[in-house]
């Protein structure tokens, strides 16, 4: 069942349930979009063209209150009983703007007083005409972007005649083969306004010379924002396709059921060569190709700070400035091959890596991402995962401040380990090849960008720009701070600075890069090596009176301000906030959760 958030044409804002209640009688507000289902809903065919609209979160249906034919009435939520008042009738006025009439009294949903004030009531009213009274209703659920759009009279699709890539190509019915030119991608615009692009062209759905008139014959046409090129998507089952430039709406010429009958505009009658089921299509993971043409093209360019001193390696290098451990005989392999490096069942620490001093910073001229095509079933999407090694992790800065300081410290050793890898994701669409979505690891957890987020990423050309943070190398979409594991007691607050910057190093992956796992790669040895990158048995200390002097180094002479009885809990706070980090290496991109798709 799709799902759709309810937008008023006059606030901006959708219709939300107050304090996002589950209980019946609840009030129906205006209210910011934040994305939670008491702000989504479904609307429900029950006859014709009436429908009960059903909030995704409590599972109860838009009502008026008490049943009530007065102007002004508030609107609520309750179970549904079949009443009139909580059946609505959802019309096309014009564009992609709908008004939302009660069966029972014939008026309209409304913002009250025509507020544009965040919590204001919705109630009904008489239509006026004024925005108000007007929503756009804009579809969540994006789970049928691809799609077949099949005609309820005759059970074929919408087609490119000919399989034609060329301009001004006829759109007509035909049996569905699973060819491209009988597949569709539903690409918002704006509000409930659709673009319908062919998967074989990538020309869209389009009335022929921008024609008013009725049984204009429609044709695919380079997009160029024309209203013309632009359709609503009827809410009620999806059944109508309707022309934001003329209202009519897509219809078989003729009502014909003929192979290949002439698809056009035409006012919208009830009949069933005018009604639509857009079918969502499954698509295949990404070929070997495509996955690297999609690297090129949305591959990140990483960015180090410019003081960074711990910079990425090769697995290879490494190894070369490495021993191999095995605790269980004793012996120590210096300089080991990937061919050494044990695989298999894991024996609880048994083997492990220790790296040269000198070592340290690592040798960005040897490094790559290694990148995973990470391909679930059952979805219409490829997660291409760069992996990034460092040799080494640096300490944390700590930032501590009262209202009449502030200063920075050194966490050293806090934060210290060897061996240090990092992921970025990129969500690519199976079918269109768009980028999709963005995740960052950041220290033990990590950040989702999606839809209109993306748009915070600096480029270059189609390539997202990622910070890396000094010395700890969590990942960040800009320059900056980016604090974490923040903290207060008393005057004294604190928080972990990642710091990002330009002018610094880069590595580009769309260049620098090897594709490790795919359903076509054979898997380097060193991804099975089921050990820490890293030593073992090592444990990082801090005494309670280093921490007191990270408190003296951050807050300056003002640390003698600080009363004892606030120091001392600061102090304790700080020991246990961060010494829980050790010089052990980590685990591999195999042992991490990101490998199976799964993002905290």
């Given at each position: 069942?799709?799902?759709?958030?309810?937008?008023?044409?006059?606030?901006?804002?959708?219709?939300?349930?107050?304090?996002?209640?589950?209980?019946?009688?609840?009030?129906?507000?205006?209210?910011?979009?934040?994305?939670?289902?008491?702000?989504?809903?479904?609307?429900?065919?029950?006859?014709?063209?009436?429908?009960?609209?059903?909030?995704?979160?409590?599972?109860?249906?838009?009502?008026?209150?008490?049943?009530?034919?007065?102007?002004?009435?508030?609107?609520?939520?309750?179970?549904?009983?079949?009443?009139?008042?909580?059946?609505?009738?959802?019309?096309?006025?014009?564009?992609?703007?709908?008004?939302?009439?009660?069966?029972?009294?014939?008026?309209?949903?409304?913002?009250?007083?025509?507020?544009?004030?965040?919590?204001?009531?919705?109630?009904?009213?008489?239509?006026?005409?004024?925005?108000?009274?007007?929503?756009?209703?804009?579809?969540?659920?994006?789970?049928?972007?691809?799609?077949?759009?099949?005609?309820?009279?005759?059970?074929?699709?919408?087609?490119?005649?000919?399989?034609?890539?060329?301009?001004?190509?006829?759109?007509?019915?035909?049996?569905?083969?699973?060819?491209?030119?009988?597949?569709?991608?539903?690409?918002?615009?704006?509000?409930?306004?659709?673009?319908?692009?062919?998967?074989?062209?990538?020309?869209?759905?389009?009335?022929?010379?921008?024609?008013?008139?009725?049984?204009?014959?429609?044709?695919?046409?380079?997009?160029?924002?024309?209203?013309?090129?632009?359709?609503?998507?009827?809410?009620?089952?999806?059944?109508?396709?309707?022309?934001?430039?003329?209202?009519?709406?897509?219809?078989?010429?003729?009502?014909?059921?003929?192979?290949?009958?002439?698809?056009?505009?035409?006012?919208?009658?009830?009949?069933?060569?005018?009604?639509?089921?857009?079918?969502?299509?499954?698509?295949?993971?990404?070929?070997?190709?495509?996955?690297?043409?999609?690297?090129?093209?949305?591959?990140p360019i990483l960015k180090f700070h410019p003081?960074?001193?711990?910079?990425?390696c090769s697995v290879e290098w490494f190894l070369?400035?490495?021993?191999?451990?095995?605790?269980?005989?004793?012996?120590?392999?210096?300089?080991?091959?990937?061919?050494?490096?044990?695989?298999?069942?894991?024996?609880?620490?048994?083997?492990?890596?220790?790296?040269?001093?000198?070592?340290?910073?690592?040798?960005?001229?040897?490094a790559r991402a290694y990148v995973r095509a990470?391909?679930?079933?059952?979805?219409?999407?490829?997660?291409?995962?760069?992996?990034?090694?460092?040799?080494?992790?640096?300490?944390?800065?700590?930032?501590?401040?009262?209202?009449?300081?502030?200063?920075?410290?050194?966490?050293?050793?806090?934060?210290?380990?060897?061996?240090?890898?990092?992921?970025?994701?990129?969500?690519?669409?199976?079918?269109?090849?768009?980028?999709?979505?963005?995740?960052?690891?950041?220290?033990?957890?990590?950040?989702?960008?999606?839809?209109?987020?993306?748009?915070?990423?600096?480029?270059?050309?189609?390539?997202?720009?990622?910070?890396?943070?000094?010395?700890?190398?969590?990942?960040?979409?800009?320059?900056?701070?980016?604090?974490?594991?923040?903290?207060?007691?008393?005057?004294?607050?604190?928080?972990?600075?990642?710091?990002?910057?330009?002018?610094?190093?880069?590595?580009?992956?769309?260049?620098?890069?090897?594709?490790?796992?795919?359903?076509?790669?054979?898997?380097?040895?060193?991804?099975?090596?089921?050990?820490?990158?890293?030593?073992?048995?090592?444990?990082?200390?801090?005494?309670?009176?280093?921490?007191?002097?990270?408190?003296?180094?951050?807050?300056?002479?003002?640390?003698?301000?600080?009363?004892?009885?606030?120091?001392?809990?600061?102090?304790?706070?700080?020991?246990?906030?961060?010494?829980?980090?050790?010089?052990?290496?980590?685990?591999?991109?195999?042992?991490?959760?990101?490998?199976?798709?799964?993002?905290?």
């Amino acid at each position: 069942m799709d799902i759709y958030k309810i937008v008023s044409t006059s606030s901006g804002q959708v219709v939300a349930v107050s304090d996002a209640s589950h209980d019946s009688g609840a009030r129906l507000i205006q209210y910011p979009y934040k994305g939670d289902g008491s702000q989504q809903w479904q609307l429900v065919s029950i006859d014709g063209d009436r429908c009960k609209i059903v909030s995704v979160s409590s599972g109860k249906v838009m009502a008026v209150a008490g049943a009530s034919h007065d102007s002004g009435a508030r609107l609520i939520q309750y179970p549904y009983t079949g009443d009139g008042s909580q059946q609505w009738q959802v019309v096309l006025i014009e564009g992609d703007y709908f008004k939302i009439v009660s069966v029972l009294s014939g008026q309209v949903m409304a913002v009250a007083s025509a507020s544009k004030d965040q919590a204001a009531p919705l109630i009904q009213y008489p239509y006026s005409g004024d925005d108000s009274q007007q929503w756009q209703i804009v579809w969540v659920d994006e789970s049928r972007s691809l799609c077949k759009i099949v005609s309820l009279l005759s059970g074929q699709v919408m087609a490119v005649a000919g399989a034609s890539h060329n301009s001004g190509a006829r759109l007509i019915q035909y049996p569905y083969k699973g060819d491209k030119s009988q597949q569709w991608q539903l690409v918002p615009i704006d509000g409930c306004r659709y673009k319908i692009v062919s998967v074989l062209s990538g020309q869209v759905m389009a009335v022929a010379s921008a024609s008013k008139d009725r049984a204009a014959p429609l044709i695919q046409y380079p997009y160029s924002d024309d209203s013309s090129q632009q359709w609503v998507l009827a809410p009620i089952q999806l059944s109508k396709i309707v022309s934001v430039e003329t209202s009519q709406v897509v219809a078989v010429a003729s009502a014909s059921k003929e192979v290949g009958a002439q698809l056009i505009q035409y006012p919208y009658s009830g009949n069933s060569s005018q009604q639509w089921e857009l079918i969502k299509l499954s698509v295949d993971p990404l070929t070997e190709k495509e996955i690297k043409e999609a690297i090129a093209r949305f591959g990140p360019i990483l960015k180090f700070h410019p003081r960074e001193r711990y910079l990425m390696c090769s697995v290879e290098w490494f190894l070369e400035h490495s021993q191999l451990h095995d605790d269980k005989t004793g012996k120590v392999i210096s300089k080991p091959t990937v061919a050494q490096l044990p695989t298999g069942s894991k024996e609880n620490g048994r083997y492990w890596l220790t790296l040269d001093g000198s070592a340290k910073g690592g040798d960005l001229s040897t490094a790559r991402a290694y990148v995973r095509a990470y391909a679930p079933l059952n979805q219409d999407y490829t997660d291409l995962q760069f992996y990034f090694f460092y040799a080494y992790n640096g300490p944390g800065t700590l930032h501590l401040f009262t209202l009449l300081s502030t200063g920075n410290a050194d966490l050293k050793p806090l934060g210290e380990h060897f061996g240090d890898w990092e992921t970025c994701v990129l969500r690519i669409d199976n079918a269109t090849r768009s980028l999709l979505g963005v995740w960052l690891s950041q220290h033990d957890s990590g950040q989702w960008f999606e839809g209109a987020q993306l748009e915070k990423f600096s480029r270059h050309n189609e390539q997202i720009i990622v910070y890396s943070s000094f010395n700890g190398h969590a990942n960040y979409l800009s320059v900056g701070q980016n604090p974490t594991h923040e903290g207060d007691y008393g005057v004294v607050s604190w928080f972990l600075r990642n710091d990002t910057d330009e002018g610094g190093r880069s590595l580009d992956c769309a260049v620098r890069y090897d594709l490790v796992s795919a359903l076509s790669v054979t898997e380097p040895r060193w991804l099975d090596y089921p050990y820490r990158w890293g030593p073992e048995h090592t444990h990082t200390e801090i005494t309670q009176e280093q921490a007191y002097q990270i408190v003296r180094v951050a807050l300056g002479k003002l640390s003698a301000l600080v009363p004892e009885d606030i120091a001392g809990p600061v102090v304790a706070q700080i020991i246990t906030s961060f010494k829980t980090d050790d010089l052990n290496g980590p685990e591999g991109p195999k042992q991490k959760d990101a490998w199976l798709g799964k993002y905290d």
